[in-house]
């Protein structure tokens, strides 16, 4: 069957098999690997991509119901060379450990910050409930969040000081 979708921003038509799910179809089809795939039973929410800008695990989801609709995967997060204020929050806040969770991690926040730009830490955790982190960074992860609802224009552009480059310089 022939399935068409707009991912970050770029319309994609594809032929498919019906019984390929949207986490194959965009990693192995597209080759867009930073949508993680986990668990492969809807338990680790690292599969997690927006749809229509809604967090859904995409290894629950048939690539054939994403059919004309629009899907974001973490590399659709940056504006250009700008990192979303949520990927700016992550650096800011270490809020990850080997990564795996991340991706899923970004956009459910992504989600959350659209919705609800200033949630509370009880929100975050209740709006990333449904992923699992397994370097158990929660406490980061939560911080991370808050800083990027915090930042919602992201970081200040860095300022190159005359004294922290005679430190580079001498470094
Ligand atoms: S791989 Fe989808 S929830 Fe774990
Ligand atoms: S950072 Fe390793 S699983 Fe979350």
Known sequence: MQIS???NGTDVTREIEPRVL???FIRDD???????W????TNCGTCVVLMDGQPVKSCTVLAAMADGHTITTVEGLAHGATLDPVQQGFMEEHGLQCGFCTPGMMLTARALLDHNPHPEPLEIREAISGQIC???GYATIVRSIQWAAE???GAAPETTT???TEHEVHA
């Open 5 to 7: 979708m707009t991912i």
């Open 22 to 24: 949207l986490v194959h």
């Open 30 to 36: 597209l080759r867009l690997t930073g949508t993680h």
């Open 38 to 41: 986990g668990c492969d039973t």
């Open 134 to 136: 397994r370097c158990t």
């Open 151 to 153: 930042h919602p224009a």
């Open 162 to 164: 005359s004294e922290s």
